[in-house]
């Protein structure tokens, strides 16, 4: 929880901005956590204008109190800062384009099944939230959890029992839509609609060409192992057609996967989504609803980028894609805006908890430069990883750092097949540790210059 330090390397004292500088707090830390002027983490549960609490003191306080080290904390008002910003974020857009049609957050809860999280989120006041579920203990928490009137989602593989389940939520007065994601579910559907008299509603998941890059881009695309392709989407309209059901057909559904760090991937394939719904609307279906699914990232490593652990845009940049691709799209072909459904738990969930350990050592790497005597006589991959110790163009840092990266890779592999010596693996690494922390230095020169 403090982060002072007493000394820097080189002798001179350690100061908070030292602190704030090496742990970069406010690139990762969306408003809610800071380092305070004792050096300390602070955190602001309602956002960056809101009282902080000093971590410092609350664990003290725990710790006094009986407790032990880690410590598992969570701040509840943060998930419904988080929800607000979301639904803000669409409703603001939704205004500046004259959008004709609402937005509501869908909480996916598989990210985060405890009840109090659960709670917390639906509990929030004057926003749109619903919920989704995609297996049957999901659906029967939803079921007990959601309000009455309630929006509710149903994803993921569907047994009798689950459709069966969903429809009675529906009867008991939930907006319950089943999302069909295989063929196989569509007579399940509608022989459980019969027997229990009541007219389903009716989501369809389109498996998207386009995906984007991501760690858990497997999630969408072709190769997903949910979602209806162009022949399979036909097919399964025209089975509810002759059923008497394809006026509740209400909702297209689709999933590019979760964590997407580039913008511009999100909108090639939002590009291609949008194309469905126009193609159900001119089949005539009464489609009105659209759940662009996942996506929506967390930036982890604060470097706004397009890495896997952060992503290239905010909630507001992200609201407006969608509202204004839906928009344009459905002004150009003269339909309706349909209501919008995102299933953001991720960006919901990640600030609001944090495990408190104890700290019991610091390993530290040899970063000094190596003294190399003969440097002709070593392997070919450790004298390039050598000749990055000179100097370094500035604006060549970011390239610098990726070779490096590499040669070690190649140096590890080597070693494997026994083409290094230990010795010489280990020169390498001191090689690498020493050009990291001179590229580290030059850009910390570049912020204060």
Known sequence: MSVRRTRKDDGSQWTVADS??????????????????????EV????????????????????????????????????????RQLTGAFDANIARLEYQSQYTALYPIKVNQQEA???NIIATQNVSIGLEAGSKPELLAVLALAPKGGTIVCN???????IRLALMGQKLGHNVFIVIEKESEVALVIEEAAELKVKPQVGLRVRLSSLASSKWADTGGEKSKFGLSAAQLISVVQRFRDAGLDQGIRLLHFHMGSQIAN?????????????????????GLPVDHIDVGGG?????????SRNASSINYDMDDYAGVVVGMLKEFCDAQGLPHPHIFSESGRSLTAHHAMLVIQVTDVEKHNDDVPTIDNKEALPQTVQWLADLLGPTDIEMV??????????????????ADGKITLAEKALAEQCYFAVCRRLHNSLKARQRS
């Open 398 to 415: 970011t390239e610098t750092y990726w070779r490096a990266t590499h040669y070690m890779g190649d140096v590890a592999a080597q070693y």
């Open 117 to 119: 999280v659960v709670e």
């Open 156 to 162: 993921g593989y569907k047994d009798r029992e689950f």
């Open 44 to 83: 602001r549960p309602n956002g960056p204008d809101s009282a902080p609490i000093d971590l410092y003191e609350q664990v003290d306080e725990l710790r006094q109190s009986g407790l032990s080290l880690p410590l598992l904390v969570r701040f509840p008002d943060i998930l419904q800062d988080r929800v």
């Open 296 to 304: 929506l990232g967390v930036d982890y490593d604060g470097t706004h």
């Open 20 to 41: 704030r500088s090496v742990y970069g707090i406010r690139h990762w830390g969306a408003g809610y956590f800071a380092i305070n002027e004792a050096g300390r983490v």
């Open 263 to 283: 913008l511009a991937d999100y909108q090639h394939g939002f590009k291609e989504a949008i194309r469905y719904y126009g193609e159900l609307r001119a089949l």
